[in-house]
């Protein structure tokens, strides 16, 4: 009934239903010292409960809540009972539900009170939470992840806001400035750790990263504390970007090498091994460099020897903006060209973690990127080392086959990765390095694995298609896999382009699927073996 004393139309009551349920929410309505209580059909649905079996989640002791919520709920509903008290109730808690379920409910009510201040009636609304709950807890857990991995990584990493001042630090950066917890450092500016002499030009260091979008990297700077002391760094400085491209300010990654200065200007006759160490610093720093985001390639080279020339492409569609596969192409020598794809476990943060670990890894390893055991060998060992110290199980699929234009030879190894296929002048395709005897363990399980080799005879001229399993694993409706046309349609484009062709392999993947977008990230590393143009 209204408060003009008319009763609500039938009409009217079914309208306010469909509203609340399309709300997701639900009404209650409780005579305070009851123990009945009025539950709306959605939160019947919530509490999965017929309407006379309902029970009042407000009574003591409160049975029906959780009981890691059962303090806090009482809390609250004590509060609006007191005389005087606030006049909502805002709660949200874990309600036990008629299948003997948990299910999250966030619970506002208001407050009537008598002219003593005495609530007599209490009103509101409960929405179903759990969902959300569910994300947070899981964003909370990848946040937990991520931030093991950049405290045990041997480097100082910092955020800085448009002031320069601290808004995260890892604890090797703590560990630095002698203190407890990164949080004493947050807020805090180069001035109030170093004098002048170093602040001020690390300050205009950093506005020209963010003036000009550009990174400063592999920098020593000379530190000068506070208190006197003197230390040398290695740094590098990047612009912080928001998720909508404008600069909320640096991150930069530090690596202490004040022994190594000093143990120069003791003598110069330790200049060399001064080197040595600056080197091995350089390489960490490309390691840290990256545990934001991944840099992409500068293109591809272009190769002609022995009467052969290679032409290139590739595709590459993240489904998030942390992306979790990649390929390189890696130029060994005049006769030998290095072709590299690789698929890390998931997506997203954790997956573009161990992305950035395998890139500054492979830059580590480009001396033995001729034989392509050893060098799967050490991404895995550097890799699996990494992921041991932070505790964290991770891996990754890789591929990774030496083209040797001289001989003729197609020389390759697999971590657990799916080989390519090969096409040739007339459309007849084959897949190699798919035997799976001859795979070695994915990246990162474990140390010390060893990678087979095998070797495949050139086709010239010839096509070779690398992929992930973007590709591979993409269903259509009825739980098809899209692997088993891969082959085909790589056939069936033989005459074409290599553009046009990974074009059409993208299209022909969402088609098969019906989807608009991929499900998961997609790379694809094409290269055409061709005669020379001067054979």
């Not at 006197?228 to 690596?255: A, C, D, Q």
């Not at 492409?313 to 060209?337: K, L, T």
């Not at 088993?484 to 969402?510: F, K, N």
Request: charged share 25%; hydrophobic share 40%.
């Amino acid at each position: 009934m209204s408060k003009s004393g008319k009763f609500i139309a039938a009409d009217q009551v079914e309208r306010l239903e469909l509203a609340l349920r399309a709300s997701n929410e639900g009404i209650w309505d409780w005579q305070v010292g009851r123990p009945g209580i009025y539950y709306t059909r959605r939160i019947l649905e919530f509490l999965e409960c017929g309407k006379g079996h309902a029970p009042n989640i407000f009574l003591a002791p409160y049975n029906q809540v959780h009981e890691e919520d059962r303090p806090e709920f009482a809390a609250a509903l004590d509060a609006v009972m007191n005389a005087g008290g606030p006049e909502t109730l805002a709660v949200d808690a874990r309600v036990r539900t008629g299948s003997d379920g948990w299910r999250w409910l966030r619970i506002r009510g208001s407050v009537v009170r008598d002219r003593s201040g005495n609530a007599t009636r209490i009103a509101g609304s409960m929405i179903d939470i759990s969902m959300r709950k569910a994300t947070e807890a899981q964003l909370e857990e990848e946040r937990h992840l991520l931030r093991q991995l950049i405290d045990r990584v041997p480097l100082q990493i910092y955020f800085k806001n448009r002031k320069s001042e601290f808004v995260m630090v890892n604890q090797g950066m703590a560990d630095w400035q002698g203190l407890k917890s990164p949080a004493e450092l947050v807020g805090k500016h180069d001035r109030d750790l170093y004098d002048e002499a170093h602040w001020r030009p690390a300050e205009r260091d950093e506005h020209e990263v963010m003036r000009t979008g550009r990174a400063i990297t592999n920098k020593l700077e000379q530190e000068t504390w506070n208190n006197e002391k003197e230390t040398w760094v290695i740094t590098s400085k990047f612009p912080w970007l928001g998720s909508n491209g404008e600069i909320r300010g640096t991150f930069g990654v530090s690596s202490d090498v004040t022994q190594l200065v000093r143990a120069r200007q003791r003598a110069s006759s330790l200049a060399e091994e001064l080197h040595v160490r600056n080197t091995a610093y350089e390489e960490e720093l490309l390691l840290a460099r990256e545990i934001q985001q991944a840099f992409a390639g500068s293109g591809f080279p272009d190769v002609e020897s022995a009467g052969v020339r290679l032409d290139f492409g590739s595709r590459h569609i993240p489904i998030s903006g942390m992306a979790g596969d990649f390929h390189e192409v890696i130029r060994i020598d005049e006769n030998r060209v290095g072709l590299l794809i690789c698929d890390v476990m998931g997506h997203g943060v954790r997956s573009a973690l161990v992305v950035a670990m395998l890139r500054g890894l492979l830059e580590k390893s480009r001396a033995q990127a001729g034989s392509p055991a050893t060098f799967l060998a050490g991404l895995n060992d550097g890799l699996a080392s990494i992921l041991r110290r932070a505790g964290v199980t991770m891996f990754a699929t890789a591929f990774y086959g030496v083209l040797d234009l001289r001989k003729r030879e197609f020389v390759h190894a697999s971590a657990g990765h799916p080989g390519p296929v090969w096409c040739g002048e007339d459309g007849s395709t084959r897949s190699t390095g798919n035997d799976r005897g001859t795979r070695g363990p994915a990246l990162g399980l474990f140390g010390d694995a060893s990678f087979p080799e095998s070797t495949t005879g050139l086709d010239v001229p010839g096509r070779l298609v690398l992929y992930t399993d973007g590709v591979l694993e993409a269903e259509n409706p009825d739980g098809e896999l899209f692997e088993r046309h891969l082959a085909g349609l790589i056939g069936e484009q033989a005459g074409r382009p290599l553009e046009t062709a990974l074009d059409t392999i993208l299209r022909s993947v969402l088609a098969f699927s019906g989807n608009r977008a991929f499900d998961d990230d997609v790379c694809l590393l094409g290269c055409d073996i061709l005669k020379a143009r001067t054979a």
